[in-house]
């Protein structure tokens, strides 16, 4: 039986460059790129191509961008000015068993997969994918702190909101560096946690009370909780960084009012460190594949 399967990159940012390299490593995998035409050199071992000179039914995985498809199927092309289009018949004439990746899911991309009967992997909605970047986001986040503010991280005040895996790596990192470190959670297992940390616990619903005091506010929690409320009590000087997704947490016309900073920074992996993210991208994909692989030659 043949092992080799038939892969296709449709679009991608400055990611999918290292994403693209890691595949090609992989000699089961025969690789077709679309919507990369305006590079200055190709990939050994990847075919160029566009859309309409693809077999759709002779496609073992597509590999979308980052941000799936918007409302009518276009996808992301960084490095072509050709719009390209998957239109919900192009899904249906996928092979049965055919993957499909993408960074997160969109109404459409879900719809096509669906009515097509198609297995969609969103890879962030992965905990290998989102530890894996917490590292980048982390790292990217101290840098936005350094350069917008005029103190040290050292014994400054810093809020965290929310605990899962990227408030997990920003508790631990900025704690190292020295600063005081409150980390606010609506759920009981996560102020425990907190509390194993040595770091400061308090429920969301006391946040005002701990925003006076603040030197530093960082969200991952995509919901509104840096309220108006909450950003009327912080210091002037204060900053506050939101990395959660579109439109993130905060009031920000209220912050700016107020003459606060405010940040929004969602997909910092991609914008301070595309290459390592695409590097996580292409060990998880890979390895998605290759257990694929072995399943089907079993």
Known sequence: MDTKMNIAIIGGDARYLELIRHLTKNPQMDLTIIGYDQLDKGFTGAKQAELEDI????????IIPVPGTDHRGYVETVFSDKQIQLKKDWFHSLKSGCIVFSGITTPFLNEAAGEAALQLVPLFDRDDVAIYNSIPTVEGTIMMAIQNTDFTIHSSNVIILGLGRVGMTLASKFAGLGAHVSVGSKHQSDLARITEMGLTPFTLDDLTTHSPNCDLLINTIPAMVVTREVIQ????QALIIDLASKPGGTDFKFAEQRGIKAMPAPGLPGIVAPKTAGAILGRVVSQILTEH??????
């Open 293 to 298: 692989i072995s399943e089907r030659s079993k």
């Open 233 to 236: 009590l912080m210091k002037s």
């Open 55 to 62: 077999e759709p039914s002779k496609l073992d995985a597509v």
